[in-house]
């Protein structure tokens, strides 16, 4: 069984930074894609970004492309969400979740498509 832990959310203020973590427990996740997911209250959760089980392939939303950076170590099991130039829409609970293919794949947004989830943290973006 994978287990997935987040943490580094907090509160920012817009265009500051923060760098989220995922820890993971468990020997199947070196060859899972881990993609982060954020939810706002009233809406759905969305895809952020994803990353391929080598660290090579990398996938990002328009909406955080050029601002946001996925990264893993995989000798520690983590895995790493850098967000900078923070905006006030990018309030919201961030989730990590892992998927049981190596690459990110054309449907990595896709919240169904993930397998493991974990329980998510709080980053709030406000003045």
């Known amino acids: 069984q994978l287990q997935l832990v987040e943490s580094g959310g907090g509160l920012v203020q817009p265009g500051g930074s923060l760098r989220l973590s995922c820890a993971a427990s468990?020997?199947?996740?070196?060859?899972?894609?881990i993609g982060w997911f954020r939810q706002a209250p009233g809406k759905e959760r969305e895809g952020v970004s994803c990353?391929?089980?080598?660290?090579?392939?990398?996938e990002y939303a328009d909406s955080v492309k050029g601002r946001f950076t996925i990264s893993r170590d995989n000798d520690n099991k983590m895995i790493y969400l850098k967000m900078n130039s923070l905006k006030p829409e990018d309030t919201a609970v961030y989730f990590c979740?892992?998927?049981?293919?190596?690459?990110?794949?054309?449907?990595?947004?896709?919240?169904?498509?993930?397998?493991?989830w974990g329980q998510g943290t709080q980053v709030t973006v406000s003045s």
């Open positions: 979740a892992a998927q049981s293919f190596v690459l990110c794949g054309s449907r990595w947004y896709e919240p169904p498509e993930y397998d493991f």
């Open positions: 468990g020997d199947t996740w070196l060859h899972d894609s």
């Open positions: 990353i391929g089980d080598n660290g090579e392939n990398t």
